[in-house]
Protein backbone atom coordinates (compact mmCIF):
# COMPACT_ATOMS: atom_id res chain seq x y z
CA UNK A 1 0.00 0.00 0.00
CA UNK A 2 1.15 3.52 -0.29
CA UNK A 3 0.14 7.23 0.18
CA UNK A 4 -0.04 9.78 -2.26
CA UNK A 5 1.21 13.51 -1.21
CA UNK A 6 0.20 16.39 -3.62
CA UNK A 7 1.14 19.88 -3.91
CA UNK A 8 0.12 22.52 -6.44
CA UNK A 9 3.16 23.85 -8.71
CA UNK A 10 4.50 27.09 -6.83
CA UNK A 11 5.23 31.28 -8.62
CA UNK A 12 8.93 32.07 -8.99
CA UNK A 13 10.59 35.03 -10.43
CA UNK A 14 13.63 32.62 -11.37
CA UNK A 15 13.01 29.21 -13.14
CA UNK A 16 12.01 26.37 -10.78
CA UNK A 17 15.16 23.79 -10.52
CA UNK A 18 12.99 20.87 -8.61
CA UNK A 19 11.19 20.44 -5.27
CA UNK A 20 12.40 18.86 -1.78
CA UNK A 21 9.79 16.70 -0.29
CA UNK A 22 10.55 15.38 2.92
CA UNK A 23 8.77 13.69 6.14
CA UNK A 24 9.36 13.68 9.91
CA UNK A 25 8.63 11.54 12.67
CA UNK A 26 6.74 13.27 15.46
CA UNK A 27 6.32 16.98 16.31
CA UNK A 28 10.13 17.98 15.43
CA UNK A 29 11.60 18.75 12.04
CA UNK A 30 15.25 17.45 12.60
CA UNK A 31 17.64 15.39 10.60
CA UNK A 32 16.97 12.47 13.34
CA UNK A 33 13.47 12.75 13.07
CA UNK A 34 13.36 12.22 8.70
CA UNK A 35 12.43 9.24 7.67
CA UNK A 36 11.52 10.07 3.80
CA UNK A 37 13.42 12.19 1.64
CA UNK A 38 13.00 13.18 -2.61
CA UNK A 39 13.75 15.57 -4.79
CA UNK A 40 11.39 16.08 -7.98
CA UNK A 41 11.62 17.27 -10.93
CA UNK A 42 10.43 21.01 -11.57
CA UNK A 43 7.12 19.86 -13.31
CA UNK A 44 6.52 17.44 -10.25
CA UNK A 45 3.59 17.88 -7.93
CA UNK A 46 3.22 14.25 -5.75
CA UNK A 47 5.67 11.73 -4.18
CA UNK A 48 4.12 8.37 -3.73
CA UNK A 49 5.39 6.37 -0.45
CA UNK A 50 5.05 2.84 1.13
CA UNK A 51 2.86 2.97 4.19
CA UNK A 52 5.81 0.49 5.31
CA UNK A 53 7.82 3.92 6.56
CA UNK A 54 4.15 4.37 8.79
CA UNK A 55 3.79 3.15 12.53
CA UNK A 56 -0.11 2.89 13.41
CA UNK A 57 -0.92 5.94 15.95
CA UNK A 58 2.34 7.87 15.19
CA UNK A 59 1.91 11.62 14.12
CA UNK A 60 4.37 12.83 11.02
CA UNK A 61 4.58 15.94 8.87
CA UNK A 62 5.40 16.36 5.76
CA UNK A 63 6.87 19.38 3.83
CA UNK A 64 7.85 20.66 0.46
CA UNK A 65 9.96 23.54 -0.51
CA UNK A 66 10.40 24.80 -4.16
CA UNK A 67 14.07 25.21 -4.87
CA UNK A 68 14.83 27.81 -7.45
CA UNK A 69 17.67 29.25 -9.77
CA UNK A 70 19.70 31.59 -7.69
CA UNK A 71 19.10 29.46 -5.10
CA UNK A 72 15.77 30.51 -4.03
CA UNK A 73 14.36 28.84 -1.71
CA UNK A 74 10.08 28.92 -1.01
CA UNK A 75 8.76 29.05 2.56
CA UNK A 76 8.40 25.47 3.42
CA UNK A 77 4.81 24.50 3.10
CA UNK A 78 4.14 21.50 5.80
CA UNK A 79 1.36 19.69 7.21
CA UNK A 80 1.23 17.31 10.29
CA UNK A 81 -0.85 13.83 10.17
CA UNK A 82 -1.83 10.73 12.72
CA UNK A 83 -1.77 7.47 11.04
CA UNK A 84 -4.60 4.95 12.04
CA UNK A 85 -3.71 1.68 9.72
CA UNK A 86 -7.41 -0.49 10.06
CA UNK A 87 -7.16 -4.04 10.85
Do not use: C, N
Not at 33 to 43: D, G, R
Not at 75 to 87: I, T
Request: charged share 25%; glycine share 6%.
Amino acid sequence: MFLEFRWELGQSDFPVWYYEFRIFRGSEMTPAAEIFAKKTSELTTSVIVPTDYFKDGETYIWSVVQISSGPVFSEKALHSFEVRKGD
